[in-house]
């Protein structure tokens, strides 16, 4: 079974405290992405990356940024938290040669205060 | 710009009767259409995917049909079950990314 963890389920910072959330996914895939997702608002896609150090903006990157040093790892990083970022972010992966179906970590409920 | 639409209000089902939810898009002629159910405080799972030249896919209780001339995808559930009450999700492909719609979220009563 594909795997896809996130390093944790809860999360509580200080607004301008830097934050990172890693993602590991098990199954070799190419392709991974990070979301945020909030009531009435869906999934947003704040970046993806296809390859190891390759990385795409995706419709709402303002505030992040992100790494991928190895293919299994992709990493979300808010350099100054802020109100506005709490949310839940939810990181995903796919194979680069199927049908981009996408396999979701449990997500990390952020909270910034 | 591309867009996908799902029914926003919940969807009320009696137990026992088929739920159909509908996905609806614009700008746009997706190769296939992807389906996912999502549980309170949990990623999305994927469920079926269906592809343009497929009229219709079926899965144990669950069938998905694509139409290309009314841009429409349906889902249905068959025999509904308490235990199908989640929020679904449908998504279409462009390029590397997904773009999905905000979901419908079904309540089933016992």
């Known amino acids: 079974d594909v795997k896809v963890t996130q390093s944790s389920r809860y999360l509580v910072k200080r607004t301008g405290e830097k934050v990172f959330l890693e993602c590991v996914q098990d199954?070799?895939?190419?392709?991974m992405f990070w979301y945020r997702q909030d009531p009435g608002l869906g999934l947003r896609l704040i970046y993806f990356?296809?390859?190891?150090?390759?990385?795409e903006k995706g419709d709402i990157p303002e505030g992040y940024s992100v790494s991928r040093e190895k293919k299994e790892r992709f990493s979300l990083i808010l350099e100054s938290a802020s109100t506005n970022q709490t949310s839940m972010y939810l990181c995903a992966s796919s194979f680069a040669g199927g049908n981009n179906e996408q396999y979701f970590g449990p997500g990390t409920r952020l909270t910034v205060t | 710009s591309q867009k996908i639409e799902q029914n926003s209000e919940a969807l009320n089902i009696q137990e026992g009767k088929t739920a159909t939810l509908t996905c609806n898009y614009t700008?746009?002629?997706?190769?296939?259409l992807q389906w996912y159910r999502q549980d309170p405080g949990r990623g999305p799972v994927f469920l079926l995917l269906i592809r343009e030249n497929e009229k219709e896919k079926r899965k144990e209780r669950l069938k998905v049909t694509f139409d290309t001339t009314l841009k429409q995808s349906l889902f249905h559930i068959t025999a509904s079950q308490p235990a199908d009450s989640a929020t679904y999700l449908c998504?279409?492909?462009?390029?590397?990314?997904?773009?999905w719609g905000a979901g419908t979220k079904l309540i089933i009563k016992p």
């Open positions: 998504a279409h492909d462009s390029n590397y990314q997904l773009i």
């Open positions: 700008n746009y002629s997706p190769a296939y």
């Open positions: 990356s296809y390859d190891v150090k390759m990385k």
């Open positions: 199954m070799d895939h190419e392709n």
